[in-house]
């Protein structure tokens, strides 16, 4: 019977602490946290009960009785089950706080939502294992040396732990990684980026001991994958910079419209703010879209254009969201968003990406902290830093 008391007791608080961590603010996580609750507590009280009918209760699901005739199964007795659980009761005040001592909230929980969680992005940090490409130079190394081991080949390769980490820094000039480098402030570290580049030849390396060869390859083989490998994590830290840099340009339209007009900015508007300007970014694009479907870079150029238009109406948002009596409704705001995006915004992506029915202007990564204008991105010197170049 204690047993189970003390199921249910961390049953209790694990709902406790669930709805303590599922606060009903901000909105847009608000239909997570009661989605979430409700899967953790289904789980919770689901194997507390599966736990325990499969103790002591078996009578909870059909209790077995012998007899002459064989085993039988006598019919499940859900009203003796219930009246076990209620005669229990709820845990006392004692016990629920002895459980909750031993609670930790993990702090990528408690920070979701907060200032803290928005101003962390783009701050460096980073484990001691994302920055040792050594290592993985090593694992590719151990690679080589068991694929000649199973072919027995006694060749002296041409693979080496300095040659591979020549090859990695031309990789990661010719390729330009070295870009994102030199942004201060972001956690792109030259380690990191080399890491990345090796974690991608590891994935990679197994066609090299394909076919006949006999378990040697060449150097050269070797170097042509790792320049593919930096050429890849470019185009997908492109995306990823862009991606964050969309959605940091999504939040600064919202936050301008509450310095604009304060307490006016009702529930409603601040709901559909994020898909109004998302769906006038849409039709903006359209006139690139074929374009940059055909572009290796072709979703960075996707989320950059939608960082421009949110740019641009974050710059016009008083004219875009002001009226006679204050602020505009939502349907005037909505119009408003379409009309200026059709003539001002669209006027700043021909002067990023040009007006060539073939090919799109050619493009350069930039820091998150950049906003556009009509002329082009805002940046100065202070966003940058010099990067570490080869080892």
């Not at 960082?307 to 009596?325: A, G, H, M, Y």
Request: hydrophobic share 35%; with cysteine.
């Amino acid at each position: 019977m204690s047993t189970l008391r003390s199921k249910i007791t961390w049953a209790s608080v694990a709902l406790i602490a669930v709805g303590c961590i599922s606060r009903p603010e901000p909105v847009h996580a608000r239909g997570f946290g009661g989605f979430g609750a409700g899967m953790i507590a289904g789980a919770v009280l689901g194997g507390i009960a599966r736990g325990h009918f499969r103790g002591g209760y078996r009578r909870g699901r059909g209790h077995v009785r012998e007899s002459h005739s064989g085993r039988t199964r006598e019919p499940r007795d859900e009203n003796a089950t219930k009246q076990i659980v209620v005669s229990l009761g709820a845990p006392t005040s004692d016990e629920q706080i002895e459980v909750l001592k031993k609670i930790n909230a993990a702090e990528a929980v408690t920070v979701v939502g907060t200032n803290k969680a928005i101003n962390v992005v783009g701050k460096t940090y980073s484990k001691e294992v994302d920055r040792d490409y050594t290592k993985k130079i090593k694992k590719v190394i151990d690679r080589f040396t068991e694929a000649a081991q199973k072919a027995d080949d006694k060749t002296r390769g041409d693979i080496t732990e300095h040659a591979i980490e020549q090859s990695l820094d031309r990789a990661i000039k010719t390729a330009k990684l070295d870009t994102f480098e030199s942004f201060l402030g972001e956690n792109w570290s030259g380690e990191r980026l080399r890491v990345m580049v090796m974690d991608r030849v590891l994935v990679e390396i197994g066609r090299l001991f394909e076919g006949n060869n006999q378990g040697y390859t060449p150097m050269e083989d070797l170097d042509r994958l790792i320049q593919r490998a930096a050429e890849s994590v470019y185009r997908r830290i492109f995306e990823t910079s862009e991606l964050l840099a969309a959605n940091r340009g999504s939040a600064l339209f919202v936050q301008r419209l509450y310095q604009t007009h304060g307490r006016l900015v009702d529930d409603q508007l601040r709901e559909v703010a994020d898909s109004m300007i998302t769906k006038a970014s849409n039709t903006a694009l359209a006139r690139f879209d074929g374009l940059m479907r055909r572009d290796e870079n072709g979703f960075a150029f996707h989320y950059r254009a939608q960082r421009i238009v949110f740019d641009c109406l974050s710059e016009n948002v008083e004219k875009i969201s002001s009226s006679e009596t204050g602020i505009a409704s939502v349907s005037e705001i909505e119009q408003k968003i379409m009309d200026t995006t059709k003539t001002t915004c669209t006027a700043w992506l021909i002067n990023q990406f040009g007006t060539s029915p073939d090919e799109i202007k050619a493009q350069k990564p930039v820091p998150l902290r950049v906003v556009w204008s009509a002329t082009g991105p805002k940046e100065d010197p202070s966003m940058y830093g010099r990067a570490s170049g080869g080892l």
